[in-house]
Antibody, heavy 120, light 107 residues
């Protein structure tokens, strides 16, 4: 059974870089059937897609965040990571890692989410 | 960017009722549409993929329909655990993948 778990600091200062890691267990992130990525949800609000990475290393990012976002993979550790630079209070959110099938529409596996607060 | 508009924003029903939630796209997404359920404090859960296919383990009372720009999620007979927030999502034209703003289903 594949599981995903986010980890990283829960508090980041304004203008600094938010860094999160998603550890995948029970399956490989080099599986060519899936995208792996990040989705966030500000408190009390809806879902916002951040970006995906494919096992080849190719990325797709939300244009609204593209200049600040990097998603990378660490295949030996079966992890992928999110970096978001120059954060502001607007980046305060629950950050989810998720798996999305290449051939169908819908992210079928999610981590439990981690709250990141941007505050001095 | 494709905008998804969900209606109504809030739907008030009782257990045993039939619920119909709507999602309208600003341009055609053919059937590249998914529905999710999110309970308080939990991650979203995939209910329907490709507009009308139930995800693994999803009860038969959940069904999805539509194509192009107009989609529906129907819950045939509401159970207490179905009261939650529901989101639609498209992946026809991306990036970005976009979500609707959500429909809150309340008792």
């Amino acid at each position: 059974q594949v599981q995903m778990q986010e980890s990283g600091p829960g508090l980041v200062k304004p203008s600094e870089t938010l860094s999160l890691t998603c550890t995948v267990s029970g399956g490989s992130i080099t599986n060519s059937d899936y995208y792996w990525g990040w989705i966030r949800q500000p408190p009390g609000r809806g879902l916002e897609w951040i970006g995906y990475i494919y096992y080849t290393g190719s990325n797709h990012y939300n244009p609204s965040l593209k200049s600040r976002v990097t998603i990378s993979m660490d295949t030996p550790r079966n992890q992928f990571s999110l970096k978001l630079t120059s954060v502001t209070a607007a980046d305060t959110a629950v950050y989810y890692c998720a798996r999305d099938s290449l051939g169908t529409t819908g992210a079928d596996l999610w981590g439990q989410g981690t709250l990141v607060t941007v505050s001095s | 960017e494709i905008v998804l508009t969900q209606s109504p924003a809030t739907l008030s029903l009782s257990p045993g009722d039939r619920a119909t939630l709507s999602c309208r796209a600003s341009q055609s997404v053919t059937t590249y549409l998914a529905w999710y359920q999110q309970r308080p404090g939990q991650a979203p859960r995939l209910l329907i993929y490709d507009a009308s296919n139930r995800a693994t383990g999803i009860p038969a009372r959940f069904s999805g329909s539509g194509s192009g720009t107009d989609f529906s999620l129907t819950i045939s007979s509401l159970e207490p655990e179905d009261f939650a927030v529901y989101y639609c999502q498209q992946r026809r034209t991306w990036p970005p993948i976009t979500f609707g703003q959500g429909t809150r289903l309340e008792i």
